[in-house]
């Protein structure tokens, strides 16, 4: 049965030992010696400890194999290490010699070389001890980077190739007012009603292989339906599926910086705005108080140096000049204090009972007065009241409506010198007064240059005038004035024009009637 054992062991890596009661080698197998100690002491008559000292202190469990109170005894993942070499590990296992080859109980001590499987088990645990660290560091960068993702101020969303979000940060939740539930698995037109630029921005990130897209700015909506302007940008990442991408927009609030913006834009279209004004205004002033001014003073000269050379027709005349060119400017001071007050909000709209046909008749007879032979003024009124109205002397009733008397004066004033001024050669100037039941309306029609396209746009701004107006005295003011006097009854202006064949100016003015 030895010869059998024998074979049995050199088919694994096993040496062993056969030691009687006294712990006495009494047979070695050859390879057992580099499993040793010392290799010289492993030989039949020394003591087994002498060899293999791991077995020191295990006397009791051997005694107990030998008397067969104990099966066997294991002793496992013993390490031998040399300078020169590998770490060599072995087992060892004692158990009972139940052959009679020698007298007495002896034992029989199996020394297997486990160096393979030992260091194959450090290489697993190795192994598995360099997944766990690396899966904690994966774990720990996952965690980070959706720290990063939650915590970043500007709105995350990852899509599909087809738009459908797949991811949210916190901040995109904040800013479009939706829970992350109700936007994972739905279009990105949920909240961004031009997603076609979206796609326009996808397809040219795929364009510029990989590199991140210009910004583009969208208007989106939140929950409430409020509009709010984002800056996307865009980027590709590819997915597990190899040709599958998703994109990933980065986008933040501008909504502010916009209106900043815009305000800033305002502010500079105003201060523009101001300058030019100010360029007419010094333009207007040297111009329009220039002559008068001129008249003033020649006259004053002509007075003064040759007093007793003038006849008294000729003094009453520069007098009259005088007095014209003061009442001239007079008036030009008071339509520039009118637009000031009306600029700063301190023109005031004072009503009160006007006989209306009255106030408009009169205007036009004060008009003829001072336009020349070659104008006539045609005035016309249709009255389509429920009462007909017929001027009356002041004892009879007469129905009176309730607008600001000064105000009215300076929009038919304006209007009417406007048609007589712009038509140099002469012509018709009609001027109709409709009254109904809601509103009156004055329509004054001229036969004068008319109005270009091009300065019909300003036509109301202060200090604009026509392009065509050429040498014809004015301030630009009149019309500028008009219009406010109109705003400040409820009411509205409109006119045609066509160069060479006249303008028509039309007024509307609610009504309220006074019994």
């Given at each position: 049965m030895i010869n059998l054992f024998k074979k049995l062991l050199s088919s694994r890596q096993t040496e062993y030992l056969i030691i009687n009661s006294q712990l006495k080698i009494l047979e070695v197998s050859n390879g057992v010696k580099r499993f040793t100690e010392s290799p010289e002491l492993a030989v039949p008559g020394e003591n087994i400890q002498n060899s293999f000292p791991e077995l020191i202190g295990s006397e009791k469990a051997l005694k107990e194999v030998i008397s067969g109170?104990?099966?066997?005894?294991?002793?496992?993942?013993?390490?031998?290490?040399?300078?020169?070499?590998?770490?060599?590990?072995?087992?060892?296992?004692?158990?009972?010699?139940?052959?009679?080859?020698?007298?007495?109980?002896?034992?029989?001590?199996?020394?297997?070389?486990?160096?393979?499987?030992?260091?194959?088990?450090?290489?697993?645990?190795?192994?598995?001890?360099?997944?766990?660290?690396?899966?904690?560091?994966?774990?720990?960068?996952?965690?980070?980077?959706?720290?990063?993702?939650?915590?970043?101020?500007?709105?995350?969303?990852?899509?599909?190739?087809?738009?459908?979000?797949?991811?949210?940060?916190?901040?995109?939740?904040?800013?479009?007012?939706?829970?992350?539930?109700?936007?994972?698995?739905?279009?990105?037109?949920?909240?961004?009603?031009?997603?076609?630029?979206?796609?326009?921005?996808?397809?040219?990130?795929?364009?510029?292989?990989?590199?991140?897209?210009?910004?583009?700015?969208?208007?989106?909506?939140?929950?409430?339906?409020?509009?709010?302007?984002?800056?996307?940008?865009?980027s590709i990442i590819q997915t597990n599926v190899e040709g599958v991408n998703n994109f990933v927009y980065i986008g933040r609030d501008i909504t502010e910086r916009k209106k900043e913006e815009e305000k800033i834009l305002q502010d500079l279209e105003q201060e523009r705005d101001m300058r030019e004004l100010r360029g007419r205004f010094f333009s207007m002033v040297t111009h329009e108080f220039g002559n008068p001014l001129n008249t003033v003073l020649l006259s004053t000269q002509m007075l003064r140096s040759y007093e007793d050379q003038i006849t008294e027709e000729e003094k009453s005349q520069y007098l009259l000049f005088i007095e014209e060119s003061t009442q001239e400017m007079l008036e030009l001071l008071e339509d520039v204090r009118f637009i000031g007050k009306a600029d700063a909000g301190k023109l005031q709209y004072r009503p009160e009972p006007v006989d209306l046909i009255q106030l408009s008749s009169h205007i036009v007879n004060s008009m003829k007065v001072t336009a020349s032979d070659k104008h006539i003024i045609d005035f016309k009124v249709d009255n389509k009241l429920s009462t007909n109205y017929e001027f009356k002397s002041d004892n009879d009733e007469i129905e009176f409506f309730l607008m600001d008397d000064k105000l009215i004066r300076h929009i038919l004033n304006n209007l009417l010198s406007n048609a007589i001024k712009y038509s140099p050669t002469g012509g018709h100037v009609d001027f109709q007064l409709t009254l109904d039941e809601k509103k009156a309306i004055f329509s004054i029609k001229d036969e004068g240059i008319g109005i270009p396209v091009e300065s019909q746009k300003n036509l109301f701004e202060s200090f604009h005038r026509a392009s065509n107006v050429g040498k014809i005295s004015g301030t630009g003011l009149g019309l500028s004035i008009v219009k406010q006097c109109v705003e400040l009854h409820g009411g509205k202006i409109n006119f045609s024009s066509e160069v060479g064949k006249g303008t028509t100016f039309i007024v509307e003015i609610p009504l309220k009637i006074l019994s």
């Open positions: 109170k104990r099966e066997s005894f294991e002793y496992e993942g013993i390490a031998k290490y040399s300078r020169q070499e590998d770490p060599l590990y072995f087992d060892i296992i004692v158990i009972s010699d139940l052959d009679n080859h020698y007298q007495g109980r002896n034992l029989i001590v199996l020394v297997e070389d486990v160096t393979e499987k030992m260091v194959m088990q450090q290489q697993l645990t190795q192994s598995a001890n360099e997944s766990h660290l690396l899966l904690s560091a994966l774990t720990a960068s996952q965690d980070y980077i959706n720290k990063i993702i939650n915590y970043m101020a500007d709105a995350l969303f990852v899509t599909t190739s087809s738009g459908v979000i797949k991811t949210i940060n916190h901040a995109a939740e904040i800013l479009f007012d939706y829970p992350e539930k109700e936007l994972l698995g739905k279009e990105i037109s949920l909240i961004i009603p031009q997603e076609n630029l979206l796609h326009k921005a996808r397809q040219k990130h795929l364009l510029l292989q990989g590199k991140v897209s210009q910004d583009v700015e969208l208007i989106c909506y939140n929950q409430s339906g409020e509009q709010i302007i984002v800056e996307f940008s865009c």
